[in-house]
């Protein structure tokens, strides 16, 4: 419908106001570029020499941002204008920036400001501003700036008004420089072009724009549900769930955007990330991690990211595959490296879980956390009871006192327990000191004993240590000899002083087994040792001696640092609980995997056991406070993690155990945790599957639900509603967005096209017919159900489109190639978060015999990538689950 007169009057002045504003801010940015001055340490009333480093670092950061600012300002000046009336019948106009505003432009406001908020208001809506006065919005602009050679335009702008209604506007610029001179009558074709030209830019209602570039859509303006969300305050634990197409993860990105920017913090807010920031050392601005599965994803986020203006380094948005693998290597030491130390090695193909545990997680970790704690305790009680009970009235004496503790102590409390050995620690390690003094001196003598025998007694064994260095199948983890020698645990892997490290830890482990009265692992490191020394070890009697003082030393050092002890003996404890479990036929396979392999989803389970136990410790004010004395500084590796926000994107695609170690990353002051997704969209079998499982690791977690979805069309969202009900789930209530023109067409489908031939001359055919409907080639993504197939069906299709001049780019693995406009072939796994202008998914059947447990989400999450084409092609007929759905399609458009 063409726009009344009064219609497109009002538009020209629109347009005229909003070009006329780009030039002013743009020109306002590119001069405060020019000539801003960096703020200096002279900017400061007075410098406090105790706290001028915060200071300092926070004006380095303040001149970064006004810098990055201004920069944004010039490419994209305003992104909406809004029209209000006060109370008394003043009209003010507003101007809203993505950034942060240049104070010397009127009524220019940033988004993530409380006044931003105008911008997602529908028309109609009264809203309180900072100062009190409440406005009425009578009119708002979506504006998207584009610098051309000749001026600024703005292009496909939404414009709606109180009494005009709404329209989308191609180009603001054709608005006020179209041709409007009088035409001759030897002029009228000219005339009636003009008037299709005019017509053709002003359409009533909100025009869909085509996809032509993969990445994640850029929404400048949430929706007033949206908004709200990611305006409340810092200190939340936020769960958004909805459809693809929601901008669930555009709000996520908007949030840590707004909570990033210190300008825009509530005056408690401030004050606590600063304190933070004080105690830390780290910005505000840095204190943040976002967790995401893919790595094209992240790449995505990086962009957008990149386009609010925040900074984000690989750093700070992670895979969480990556992330664990650094944690479990060089956080915690779980996994071995090359440099030694460690109890596992990750496999991704091990097999050592039976289906209960990846099943449900959370009892399968509920489990294996009570059992460590439980292990842990009793052995400081046993310990304590052994002293207690040893000839030496000293030791006896140590020992009754720790019985006494432990017996007042809550053994559920870790910090409770620990708070109260504190105070006997100091004894304790004499006592360990001065027992250790004797056993090594003997230990020493024997190792003289034979250098005086032979000269080259220690070069010869230190050829041999080198020699098991390289030999991969030794057990360098005996689980019947858990008492690690901590004094050791630097010590050189190489050379005469490793190998005589070597010796005392050997010769010590073989008189503690004695003593117990068992024998070394023959397979084990200090076995392969004790094996080859032969009788160049302890004489019996020595052993019987330094055996009994090791047991007590072992029983005492306990007791030396306890907190140590408990967190890393965790992946230890993990290995005896596995055998345990093994044993009782629970959890775990019985045989098929080495005692040193370890599954990623079981290491996650061993990093949470270890992110738990010392949150809980740091939970107290008295232990962070005393973070530096040696008790408690073992917890410092994991006060180090905490992050001021956490945030996640497709949370569902992440087991309940691995979002729980996400939400320990938390800093415990602010608890800041912001994750979206979608239970439909769950691409993993271990995944989240209910709103139970995330209220698992956060039972306070407020869960908003979006339901207005941006992405697709009419016929599609039907479509993919009618997917998640033929699956046995429940219809999601996906609604599409008001006064759209979002009909589109029917998806399309070939069946019984087994043959790669048949199956690319039908892709080839759609997609010329999509190429000319659109006069341009949009973005156009294939899916097929293995990697294996993506670059032979590229290289068909490229030959087959190869007349019109089209790419066809296979993608391996989820990688980013070609050009925008370029047709892209992707393995059905690596498609998450995407979204296209047109999809085809190859071989659905294949696909539901090959990922039965996940068909129905594949399915759903490769229909829903697409926005307006949609196509499907099938080896036979369409599997027996969804055939109700095969009256939705059509052959072709």
Known sequence: MEPLPQSKQHIEQVARDALDQFDKVSAAARNALRSAPALGIDALASVNTLTSGAAVQRLGQINRENLESYQILTQEPAIARIAVVDEDGQQRVYYICRTTPITSVPNLASYRAPVGRLASLPVGSEFALPNGDVVEVVERAQLQPSRLADGWDSRDTVIEADELGLFTVESLRSVLYADNSEQTSEDRLAQLLAEESETANIVEGVRRSIIT???????????????????????????????????????????????????????????????????????????????????????????????????????????????????????????????????????????????????????????????????????????????????????????????????????????????AL????????????????????????????????????????????????????????????????????????????????????????????????????????NGKIIEWLGDRGLGESDRADVGASLLVQASARRFTNPVKRYLDAIPRRYRAYRRTRQEDGRWYRKDGFSPTDIYPLELDVVLLGILRGANELLSRANIVRDIDLPVWSSLKPVLDLHKNQVVVDEATDFSPIQLACMAALANPRIRSFFACGDFNQRLTTWGSRSINDVKWVFPEIDVKEITVSYRQSKRLNDLARAIIVAAGGTDSGVTLPAHVDNEGVPPTLLENAAEQDEVVDWLAQRIREIELFLEQMPSIAIFVESGAEVQPLADALNEALAAENAQVVACPKGQVMGQDNDVRVFDVQHIKGLEFEAVFFVGVDRLATIHPELFDKYLYVGTTRAATYLGWTCDSVMPKKIESLRSMFVANW
């Open 213 to 419: 570039k993969m990445g994640l859509r850029d929404q400048p303006i949430l929706d007033q549900y949206q908004d709200e969300i990611f305006r409340l305050p810092l200190d939340q634990r936020l769960l958004i769930l909805g459809p693809p197409g929601t901008g669930k993860t555009t709000t996520l990105i908007r949030r840590l955007g707004q909570k990033l920017d210190s300008a825009y913090l509530e005056e408690g807010e401030l004050r606590t990330v600063e304190m933070i920031a004080s105690a830390t050392g780290v910005s505000h601005a840095n204190s943040w991690v976002m967790f995401t599965p893919t790595e094209l994803l992240k790449q995505y986020l990086k962009e957008a990211f990149a386009r609010e203006g925040v900074p984000a380094p690989d750093m700070r948005i992670r895979t969480w595959t990556d992330y664990r693998r650094e944690l479990g290597r060089s956080t915690f030491g779980v996994l071995r490296t090359a440099s030694g130390g460690g109890t596992f090695v990750l496999k991704e193909s091990a097999e050592t879980l039976l289906p209960e545990a990846s099943d449900t997680p959370i009892k399968w970790f509920e489990d294996f956390d009570a059992w460590q704690r439980t292990t842990f305790i009793n052995d400081l009680r046993q310990a304590a009871v052994g002293l207690s009970e040893n000839a030496s009235a000293n030791i006896s004496l140590v020992g009754r006192r720790l019985v006494e503790i432990l017996e007042r102590a809550n053994s559920n409390s870790l910090a409770a327990t620990f708070s």
């Open 422 to 525: 504190v105070g006997e620690v100091g004894g304790i390690q004499s006592l360990v000191s001065g027992l250790k003094e004797v056993t090594d001196k003997k230990i020493h003598a024997a190792l003289n004993l034979q250098l005086n025998r032979d000269n080259g007694f220690i070069d010869v064994l230190a050829k041999f240590i080198d020699g098991l260095q390289q030999t991969p199948d030794i057990d360098t983890d005996d689980p019947d000899d858990l008492e690690a020698d901590e004094e050791d645990a630097t010590s050189p892997r190489t050379g005469r002083a490793a190998a005589v490290t070597a010796y005392m830890q050997a010769v010590r482990a073989q008189a503690r087994t004695q003593a117990r009265k068992r024998t070394l692992g023959k397979n084990t490191r």
